[in-house]
C-alpha cells in the first residue's frame, strides 16, 4: 500500500514521517527529490538555466536557489514557468521510486511525503492521503516561533496553501498533532495496527 503525506506549514509533517519510517514505512520524499532533480548534470537544471538565464548557476555549476527564488517568488507567471519544468521531473521520479519500492517489498506501506500533494491535485496517485493537523491559529504560532516570521509573514506562507480544515475534511487518515508527541505516536500506533490487522484498506 502507499499513502500521500500532506499536511499544512508548520504542522509536523516531517515528524509524522519520522515515526512512519520508525515503525518500517519506507519515505518518499517530495522535497528531497526536488533538490536532486536541479543537481548538475540532471536536464531539469538545464532547462532553468535556458529559461531563466545561466545568472541563476553558480561558479561552479550549481544551482543559486536564492537568486532563483527571488526572480520566482515576485512574479507568479515566472514561478509558473519554474514549475512547469520541475513538477513534471518531480513526479516521474517519484513515481519510479515508488514503484521501485513496491517492488522489492510488496508488503511494506510506502509513504509519499507532498507538502502541496493537494494544492498540485496529486491525490489520486496515492491509494489513501494521511493529513497531519493542528488548528490554525496553532499552526501560525508555531510557524512564527519557527521560523522567527512576523504574524504578517507568517498569515502570507500559510494563505499560500489550501486552508488546513479543507484538507482534514479530504483526508483518508487524520493526525492531530496539536497535543504531546506521545499522542501523535498513539494515533500513528493505531494507525500502524489496523493496518497490519487488514482494517485499514486503501
Do not use: C
Not at 102 to 120: K, M, N, W
Request: proline share 4%; glycine share 6%.
Amino acid at each position: 500500500m502507499n499513502i500521500g503525506l500532506t499536511g499544512g506549514i508548520a504542522t509536523g509533517k516531517s515528524t509524522v514521517a519520522r515515526m512512519l519510517v520508525e515503525r518500517g514505512a519506507a519515505l518518499v520524499d517530495a522535497d528531497r527529490i526536488a533538490r536532486e532533480i536541479v543537481e548538475p548534470g540532471q536536464a531539469a537544471l538545464a532547462q532553468i538555466a535556458e529559461r531563466f538565464g545561466a545568472a541563476v548557476l553558480h561558479e561552479d555549476g550549481t544551482l543559486n536557489r536564492r537568486l532563483l527564488g527571488s526572480i520566482v517568488f515576485a512574479d507568479p507567471e515566472e514561478r509558473k514557468a519554474l514549475e512547469a519544468i520541475t513538477h513534471p521531473a518531480i513526479r516521474a521520479l517519484m513515481r519510479d521510486r515508488i514503484a521501485a519500492l513496491e517492488a522489492d517489498r510488496p508488503d511494506r506501506l510506502v509513504v509519499a511525503d507532498i507538502p502541496l500533494l493537494y494544492e498540485s491535485g496529486l491525490q489520486h496517485l496515492y491509494e489513501g492521503i494521511m493529513v497531519t493537523y493542528i488548528p490554525r491559529d496553532m499552526q501560525r504560532a508555531r510557524l512564527i516561533e519557527r521560523d522567527a516570521l512576523t504574524p504578517e509573514e507568517a498569515d502570507k506562507r500559510i494563505g499560500a496553501q489550501m486552508d488546513i480544515e479543507l484538507k482534514r475534511q479530504m483526508a483518508d487518515y487524520v493526525i492531530d498533532n496539536s497535543g504531546t508527541l506521545a499522542d501523535t505516536e498513539a494515533q500513528l500506533d493505531r494507525f500502524w495496527t489496523s493496518l497490519h490487522s487488514g482494517s485499514v484498506q486503501p
